[in-house]
C-alpha cells in the first residue's frame, strides 16, 4: 500500500524559505516519478513542479528560480525548497507519486503552507 506522508509546512512570513519533505513508503520509490501540488483556498490544485524517475525536473512558471524539487531514493523521499516565499504561494502542498510503468498515482494529504504578507 502506498503512502506518502508530507513535513515541513507551517507558518512563513512574506521573503522567507521552508523546506517540505515527503516520505514514500510501500512502493520501489526509484521507478516513481515525483511531484509538488498546491491548492489554495478556493482555487483548484495545480501543479509546482516534478521530478521524474530519472532526475528530470519541471517547474511552474511562478515558481521558477525560487522553488527546487530534489529526490533522494535512499531515503525514499522527496524535497521541495521554498525560497523567496510570496503570499500568494499560500496552499495546502501535496505530495504526489506516479508510477512510471502504468501511470497510476498516489496522493499524501497535504502539508499547509500559509505565508504572511
Known amino acids: 500500500q502506498v503512502r506518502l506522508v508530507e513535513s515541513g509546512g507551517g507558518l512563513v512570513q512574506s521573503g522567507g524559505s521552508l523546506r517540505l519533505s515527503c516520505a514514500a513508503s510501500?512502493?520501489?520509490?526509484?521507478?516513481?516519478?515525483m511531484g509538488w501540488y498546491r491548492q489554495a483556498p478556493g482555487k483548484q490544485r495545480e501543479l509546482v513542479a516534478t521530478?521524474?524517475?530519472?532526475?528530470?525536473?519541471n517547474y511552474a512558471d511562478f515558481v521558477k528560480g525560487r522553488f527546487t524539487i530534489s529526490r533522494d531514493n535512499t531515503k525514499n523521499a522527496v524535497y521541495l525548497q521554498m525560497n523567496s516565499l510570496k503570499p500568494e504561494d499560500t496552499a495546502v502542498y501535496y505530495c504526489?507519486?506516479?508510477?512510471?510503468?502504468?501511470?497510476?498515482?498516489?496522493w499524501g494529504q497535504g502539508a499547509q503552507v500559509p505565508v504572511s504578507s
Open positions: 504526489n507519486a506516479q508510477n512510471s510503468r502504468n501511470s497510476r498515482q498516489s
Open positions: 510501500g512502493i520501489i520509490f526509484s521507478i516513481y516519478n
Open positions: 521530478i521524474s524517475s530519472g532526475g528530470n525536473q
